[in-house]
């Protein structure tokens, strides 16, 4: 056996740890290893020659550097009870291996995987409105006027209001900012939509809608996006100025503005989604915030309602049946809905005006509703189909939507919202102000 | 000690909030900036990374990451004065090299200090949304160096100065022009484009401009189109040795528009080396230069199309007026098809094969093609050469190639119907002659004619094949009834179905007495097996083969028309016959008679009779003998008939009139077909559609369709509306 020639010596806080320039490659060059080997500072040179097998000292806490040494070995994040994760997220954050931390935390995104992680209370006093996953993996919560920002360690940020209005919506533009749609105070110009440092909280643009070159105050509701940079957001004025307004990320200027026609309603819409195969909007109005459901699918190409469906004028069943939410599953051609039993319904996307085909998969709920029921919300993940129902969210799989895993946490009453991103789960429940965090753990060892 | 003696109470404050050592921020930033220094003055060695980035970090996490943040820009704003003062006491061409060096330190420098800060490029920059370190160190620089007064401009004049010395045939430091070019990339797209691309693209344009008017005045079209040819390539070359990739196509766009674009109509008409030129000189190589540097610019290739269509258009009219080649007709199409050949050739190798060049070769074909209205016969006629004798020995694949070239003529025609009646004729004649050379070839080529005209156009060409092999079956089929016929004269018969064949009215001569009997023969046998028939004798169409003793004995064998046959026959018994004798015994027609005549005894070599008195003309007093002194070298020998090949004027109105009336039913088929479907239809729309129905076959003259229409209403087929007089109405 020769001589290691790559051996490396550190010493951490007291503590000498060895290893291989090999192992600290695996940091990259955007950390404080990269540049601590790079040629400019010569630490190599000193390195190879004989007798001077110096070693390099760095003045932090030798434990954590044990983990984070680890990590860049296997790959495999392994925190001792000892070490406090916030103390090795700073330390990460020294050395700038946050993302390989980050990335060692938990796996890639599976419903049937799913692992709860941590749940977080906060101090809101009113119920939770919507939660939000980031794309990192961090979240915010609205909870009446006030959003609360958590990063991927769920670190709390500043919380975000916009003139402490009612917030309605909220959407991440990336890990760096956060729109809010919010209702407006009358005659003031306050509220409406504003953009906002995810980390600082600071207001970033506040965006306008103008009609007739006049700007005028605004309630914004539902929020949706496109991959082209857009921003949709539902929109209510005093007068006759309902609809959906389009903005562009970049610039933050209003760009188009869809006004609904006479019965059909767009501007208090429940919910937007972005059709990236037709390039449409999906706009579901739905009961019981309007006495009926409206869904639809705008070009703004054409300025055209190129698909639509109501149940205005549907025969009521007994039980009652109403759509509670929708979503669009652009790859069965379809839009899926689901009622307050939990029964998932399906209206295809082909045929204008047809009717809901509801699968038989009734659940016996009657009788043990919960005293505060939440409506029932959809999401849709890589194929896989979660529904929010009271305390669970169920997992459906396959071609024919096959319940495949349900998760529950029998902990803050029933679930009002979800959002599935970074490739986590979060669930919002609505009588204690709670969110739990669900997320694949990293592959098995073997 | 003392206070407590004093019990002097203080209340202190519940909890001392740790300050730290309020001059910290100030020392730990002295300590960086010393770093920065030493970076900038190559003095790195002694710096101890992690102690620097240690301390950078704790600068951010103790909030002073403006202080830092501010810290930075002036110490390096500072250090780049430095730099910009060196750089601008740099002499001559060293400017570049100095500018090179300091650039390439400053990016050294720039990466290490980004190292040290790398915590605040990570956390502090993005929140605070303020430029990271790297992209403000190439900003300092773009705004200190690059954009300072004494650099701008000297840096722009230097790099304008080396391309024109490149230029103009010297050898420059392409590395470090390369390496000056990618710094003012790297500062940003806009900063090359403002302070290089533009005054380059400028400057090279004037350049361009002064050299294609130096060059158009002495070069002619081929030299000048190969110096323009250089001058892009050059350009092209290079951006790819040291400018951005980007700009290719806006330099390459101040050449073509300098050098090809702003010249173009006076290169094509150059005297003596434009485009004409090349084109009669068949100069591939500049013709292909011209095209592919006259494709770059808008407008070129179809300058290029337009002269060459005129070009051709005009030697194709002198081609196919010119009074001399009409004279062979042969000579004729071998002319056209050489044209087009040249053209293909020309399309082929220069014009990389562009349709749209094909294209106007065509339309200039079918324009100056038609302009002969005998153009159908001599195609007629050049086939019937080659399928005569000029295939002979010709491999099965050129005999195609030759067709098809044929047939490529053919499609211009206008007028195919045209084309066919000669064609029936010229294959009538061989086939009734055997003179054809190959089977397959005429097959082969009827085939093209039907997949190209449809099946109504061959069908009496094919019922032509079909009576030839159907006489050699009755034939067999008449010698086996007749084997006492075995002695004597071989007679051979061809049936011709009437309708199928060009039939020519004329007048059967009086054959000798022991053919007539054996054509009896045949009569009687025909009839007796196809009932209902009626036989007619061509005996203008016939050939036979006789056997002669001359003078001094010697046989030949006489290949002759069956005209000459009877006429020779007549001298078994008469040694002198004058003119009017032989035609009261033959009762052949004057004309043919006396070609027949004139075949025989005034054509050297075939002069089996003589005549008295000697002259190259026929008269009606002239008397005739068997030539006794007739020597030939060849046993058989063929006396053809003195035939007009080609048409004689009379003739040729008469084909033409035929044509004219076969002509008349099918217009009005079309007509009557149209109207059927359409019921209803005004004038011009019938005349265009009968136009678009004809087309196949020939042009229809509207007046003639005019014609027609009003025949036919008069046969009510159709009528008038009583409304609106332009209309017609289906009368079924």
């Known amino acids: ?446 | 000690m003392s206070n407590q003696k004093k019990r002097n109470f203080q209340i202190e404050a519940f909890k001392h909030r740790v300050v730290v050592d309020p001059k910290y921020a100030e020392k730990t930033w002295k300590i960086l900036e010393h770093a920065i220094h030493e970076i900038y003055n190559h003095n790195a060695s002694g710096l101890s990374f992690e102690e620097l980035y240690r301390n950078a970090y704790n600068m951010v996490l103790h909030k002073f990451g403006e202080k830092l943040y501010s810290g930075l820009v002036t110490t390096m704003t500072a250090h780049l004065k430095e730099i910009s003062k060196s750089i601008e006491a740099a002499q001559g061409d060293l400017f570049l090299e100095e500018l090179n060096r300091k650039w390439n330190d400053h990016n050294k420098a720039l990466q290490m200090i980004r190292d040290i800060l790398m915590y605040m490029d990570r956390t502090y920059i993005p929140n605070s949304r303020k430029t990271p370190v790297y992209e403000l160190g190439l900003n300092l620089w773009r705004d200190n160096i690059i954009h300072s007064g004494k650099i701008q401009s000297r840096l722009l004049s230097t790099l304008l100065e080396l391309v024109h010395r490149e230029r103009t045939g010297e050898v420059i430091d392409r590395g470090l022009m390369r390496n000056t070019i990618k710094m003012l990339m790297d500062l940003g797209s806009s900063v090359y484009q403002d302070d290089f691309e533009k005054p380059f693209l400028e400057v090279s344009a004037e350049f361009y401009k002064v050299e294609s008017q130096k060059f158009i005045e002495c070069c002619d079209c081929g030299d000048y189109l190969k110096k323009a040819e250089i001058r892009l390539n050059e350009e092209i070359e290079r951006i790819a040795h040291y400018l951005d990739v980007k700009s290719e196509a806006k330099i390459t766009n101040v050449v073509e528009k300098e050098m090809i674009a702003n010249h173009m109509t006076r290169l094509v008409h150059m005297e003596n080396s434009g485009l004409v030129n090349m084109l009669l000189d068949d100069k591939y190589e500049d013709l292909g230069r011209m095209y592919n540097l006259f494709k770059r610019v808008p407008n070129g290739l179809s300058m290029i199309r337009d002269v060459m269509t005129s070009h051709l258009r005009e030697t194709g009219k002198q081609l196919v007026t010119d009074a001399e080649s009409s004279k062979d007709p042969v000579e004729f199409v071998q002319r056209l098809l050489d044209e087009r050949d040249k053209y293909d050739k020309i399309i082929c190798q220069a014009f990389s094969n562009a349709k749209t060049f094909q294209n106007a070769l065509n339309s200039s074909f079918e324009y100056f093609i038609n302009l002969n209205s005998r153009s159908p016969e001599f195609i007629s006629l050049f086939v019937d050469d080659k399928l005569r004798k000029g295939l002979k020995g010709v491999s099965e694949e050129d005999v195609e190639i030759i067709l098809d070239k044929v047939m490529m003529l053919f499609r211009y025609l206008q007028e195919k119907d045209v084309f066919e009646k000669y064609y029936k004729q010229h294959l009538a004649k061989r086939l009734l002659s055997g003179k054809t050379v190959s089977d397959d070839a005429e097959r082969s080529l009827i085939v093209k004619l039907k997949t190209e005209c449809g099946y109504q156009f061959t069908s009496k060409l094919e019922g032509m094949f079909t009576d030839m092999k159907t006489s050699q079956d009755t034939m067999q089929g008449f010698y086996a009834n007749h084997p006492e016929l075995a002695e004597g004269p071989t007679l051979v018969v061809q049936v011709l179905t009437t309708g199928s064949w060009p039939t020519q009215p004329t007048i059967t001569c009086n054959l000798p007495t022991e053919m007539a009997a054996l054509c009896e023969k045949f009569r009687s046998h025909y009839l007796g097996t196809h009932t209902g028939r009626r036989l007619s004798w061509q005996t203008n169409m016939g050939t036979a083969d006789i056997k002669a003793t001359f003078g001094k004995g010697q046989k030949h064998e006489l290949n002759v028309s069956t005209y000459q046959m009877c006429v020779l026959m007549l001298f078994n018994n008469a040694d002198r016959l004058s003119y009017k004798e032989i035609e009261q015994a033959t009762e052949i027609p004057a004309s043919d008679l006396k070609r027949c005549l004139q075949s025989m005894a005034c054509v050297k070599g075939k002069n089996v009779l003589r005549k008295e008195p000697m002259s190259k003309d026929i008269g009606t007093d002239d008397a005739f003998f068997v030539n006794d002194k007739f020597t030939s070298k060849f046993y058989k020998v063929k006396i053809g008939t003195v035939v007009a090949q080609k048409e004689s004027e009379p003739e040729k109105l008469e084909t033409r009139q035929r044509v004219e009336e076969d002509r008349k039913p099918q217009i009005e088929a079309a007509i009557v077909r149209i109207m059927k479907s359409r019921r209803v239809l005004d004038h011009n729309n019938v005349i265009a559609e009968v136009t678009k129905q004809l087309q196949s076959r020939f042009l229809a003259n509207p007046t003639e369709i005019k014609k027609r229409i009003e025949s036919l209403i008069e046969r009510e087929f159709l009528e008038r509306d009583s409304d609106d007089r332009k209309l017609y109405r289906y009368l079924a």
């Open chain 1, 1 to 446: 056996m020769g001589i290691q020639k790559d051996t490396v010596k550190f010493n951490v806080g007291g503590r000498i740890f060895q290893t291989t320039a090999t192992t600290i490659a695996n940091a990259g060059r955007d950390s404080f290893f990269g540049a601590l080997f790079d040629d400019n500072w010569d630490l190599r040179q000193q390195q190879q020659q004989p007798n001077s097998r110096q070693e390099f000292f760095i003045d932090r806490n030798p434990d954590c550097f044990a983990v984070l040494l680890d990590l860049l070995r296997t790959g495999d994040l392994y925190i001792p009870s000892n070490v406090p994760e916030r103390l090795l997220y700073r330390e990460a954050m020294f050395y700038g291996l946050t993302d390989h931390v980050r990335s060692a935390k938990w796996g890639p995104f599976d419903g049937n995987r799913l692992k709860l992680s941590r749940s977080v209370t906060g101090r809101a006093p009113g119920d939770g409105t919507a939660i939000r996953a980031g794309p990192d993996g961090g979240c915010c919560v609205a909870h009446g006027s006030m959003v609360h920002v958590f990063d991927w360690m769920l670190e709390e940020h500043p919380p975000i209001n916009l003139d402490y209005q009612r917030v309605n919506d909220i959407g991440w533009i990336n890990a760096e900012n956060v729109l809010i749609s919010a209702c407006e105070r009358l005659g003031k110009g306050d509220g409406g939509m504003g953009l906002f440092s995810s980390s600082t909280g600071d207001l970033r643009h506040k965006f306008n809608v103008v009609h007739d070159d006049q700007i005028k105050s605004f309630t914004a509701g539902a929020l949706g996006f496109s991959p082209d940079y857009k921003i949709f957001a539902s929109c209510k004025g005093r007068s006759n100025e309902y609809g959906i307004g389009v903005w562009d990320q970049v610039t933050g200027k209003q760009m188009d503005f869809f006004y609904e026609s006479p019965g059909w309603y767009l501007g208090d819409a429940d919910k937007l989604q972005w059709l990236n195969g037709s390039n449409c909007l999906l706009v579901a109005t739905l009961f019981p915030r309007k006495d009926n459901c409206y869904i639809s699918l705008l070009d703004f190409r054409e300025k055209r309602m190129v698909w639509s469906w109501s149940d205005i004028g549907a025969p009521l069943t007994i039980d009652e049946k109403r759509v509670r939410d929708a979503i669009a599953m652009e790859e069965c051609n379809s839009i899926c809905v689901v009622n307050e039993y939990d029964d998932l319904g399906f209206i295809d996307l082909r045929i204008n005006g047809g009717s809901v085909r509801w699968s038989s998969r009734s659940r016996l709920l009657k009788g043990k509703l919960p005293d505060e029921p939440c409506y029932p919300k959809l999401a849709l993940h890589n194929g896989q189909l979660f529904s929010s129902m009271n305390d669970c969210i169920s997992v459906f799989c396959g071609p024919d939507w096959v319940l495949t895993s349900r998760l529950r946490r029998s902990y803050g009453g029933s679930i009002c919202n979800f959002s599935i991103g970074g490739d986590r789960l979060f669930a919002l429940h609505s009588e204690e102000n709670v969110f739990d965090v669900w997320e694949t753990p990293p592959l098995p060892v073997i």
